[in-house]
């Protein structure tokens, strides 16, 4: 059983930097997979980014490639992802999310999530 809790939101202008996290608070992400997914205004939830249980692979959404990185601390226990050059259409609240497998995060299937953290990017 793992717990998680996300943290790092906030409202932000275009082209800034956020780096959103994600706390084990119960168990730890060893051997598990984990990813990030957001909820836009009005839009169904979305996959962002995600990390194989190695961490050594990554994926990542189209639309945040080359912006977002997912990454971990040595302890198993924190989980980042960094965003970069914010735009206003990555304004949603961002959910963070582990599993067993990472073909479940990748398909929205996991067995854990966090409550979500607010991003609010503007023009």
């Known amino acids: 059983q793992v717990q998680l809790v996300e943290s790092g939101g906030g409202m932000v202008q275009a082209g800034d930097s956020l780096r959103l996290s994600c706390v084990a608070t119960?168990?730890?992400?060893?051997?598990?997979?984990m990813g990030w997914f957001r909820r836009r205004p009005g839009k169904a939830r979305e996959f962002v980014a995600a990390?194989?249980?190695?961490?050594?692979?990554?994926y990542y959404a189209d639309a945040v490639m080359g912006r977002f990185s997912v990454s971990r601390e040595n302890d198993m226990i924190t989980a980042y992802l960094q965003m970069d050059n914010l735009k206003p259409e990555d304004t949603a609240v961002y959910y963070c999310?582990?599993?067993?497998?990472?073909?479940?995060?990748?398909?929205?299937?996991?067995?854990?999530w966090g409550q979500g953290t607010q991003v609010t990017v503007s023009a």
């Open positions: 999310t582990a599993a067993s497998q990472v073909r479940l995060v990748l398909a929205g299937s996991s067995a854990f």
């Open positions: 990390s194989g249980w190695s961490a050594a692979t990554t």
């Open positions: 119960s168990g730890t992400f060893d051997n598990y997979a």
